[in-house]
């Protein structure tokens, strides 16, 4: 099933078992570096050299990075221009490293859709997203309501 445009979607757009797949986003070492030297500066996401030879194995995206790009292709795939709030985000995990290079793309599973108990002209949809890299792994999932 696939959504209808942006400015004609309604509630009911979003039945149980909705899934939906993202573009994808192909991730660059600067925006690793930048993201990461501005909001989580630990030497394996900004410092190329070292991380070589740590651990890790190289450079990696912050997971609060990985956050944030899976947020926006949530957004524009999912809820664009809808203004949904979210009350939180449960079960969040990291699965595998982003590295330079990766292409990442989300699917979103809607697992339920009810009415707000408190806010009856609202609806509240349950989602599962999930965080691909382009060898088909996922990166990073957890569970939202908006």
Same mark, same amino acid.
């Given at each position: ?27 660059? @070492?600067? $925006?690793?570096?930048?993201?990461? +030297? ?12 070292? &991380?070589?030879?740590? @651990? #890790? %194995? %190289?450079? *990696?995206? =912050? ?5 944030? *790009? ?6 524009? @795939? #999912?809820?664009?221009?809808? %203004?949904?709030? =979210?009350?939180?985000?449960? @079960? ?17 599973? !809607?697992? %339920? &859709?009810?009415?707000?108990? =408190?806010?009856?002209?609202?609806? !509240?949809?349950?989602? #599962?997203? $999930? ?5 088909? &792994? !996922?990166? *990073?999932? #957890?569970?939202? +309501?908006?």
């Amino acid at each position: 099933m696939s959504l209808p445009p942006t400015d004609q979607r309604a509630f009911e757009d979003y039945p149980q078992g909705l899934t939906v797949i993202s573009k994808t986003h192909a991730v660059t @070492e600067k $925006e690793i570096i930048d993201f990461a +030297a501005a909001y989580d500066p630990q030497y394996f996401h900004v410092d190329k050299a070292r &991380a070589a030879k740590s @651990e #890790f %194995g %190289g450079l *990696m995206a =912050s997971g609060w990075h990985t956050c944030a *790009m899976a947020m926006r292709l949530f957004f524009d @795939e #999912f809820l664009p221009g809808s %203004g949904a709030l =979210s009350p939180g985000v449960d @079960e969040l995990r990291w699965r595998a490293p982003v590295r330079p290079g990766d292409s990442i793309r989300v699917k979103v599973t !809607v697992e %339920g &859709a009810r009415i707000s108990q =408190s806010k009856p002209d609202r609806g !509240v949809i349950n989602t #599962f997203v $999930e965080v691909f890299n382009q060898s088909d &792994a !996922v990166v *990073m999932s #957890f569970k939202a +309501a908006n």
